[in-house]
Nanobody
């Protein structure tokens, strides 16, 4: 699976962006999809995930209520709608795919098998 993230940019605090992650291959619906972010000098952190089967979603506490993850299996694409952006949301956002991940591990980067190159989100105050 190859992943291509897009949609990042420079926005003012309070603004919105919609990130997209397009996946190659015919088995997209078999993967749990996740978004992670990494700010300069910090470790990569979990943002959100959507399971492969029921489409159940999970969020980091820091983004709950502001971010929405969704997937369109017909388009092999996962989205991250981010609203009410804050300067601390500034980071490179990566999408990732996991073929088999148990729920306790869904927030762990090493649980994911494939990664996109990332898209930069910069929020100005």
């Amino acid at each position: 699976v190859q992943l291509q993230a897009s949609g990042g940019g420079l926005v003012q605090a309070g603004g919105s962006l919609r990130l997209s992650c397009a996946a190659s291959g015919r088995t997209f619906s078999s993967y749990t999809m996740g978004w992670f972010r990494q700010a300069p000098g910090k470790e990569r952190e979990f943002v959100a995930a959507v399971r492969r089967s029921l489409g159940t979603t999970y969020y980091a506490d820091s983004v709950k209520g502001r971010f929405t993850i969704s997937r369109d299996n017909a388009k092999n694409t996962v989205y991250l709608q981010i609203n009410s952006l804050k300067p601390e949301d500034t980071a490179v956002y990566h999408c990732a795919a996991a073929l088999g991940v148990i729920l306790p591990m869904i927030r762990i980067p090493s649980s994911y098998d494939y990664w996109g190159q990332g898209t930069q989100v910069t929020v100005s105050s």
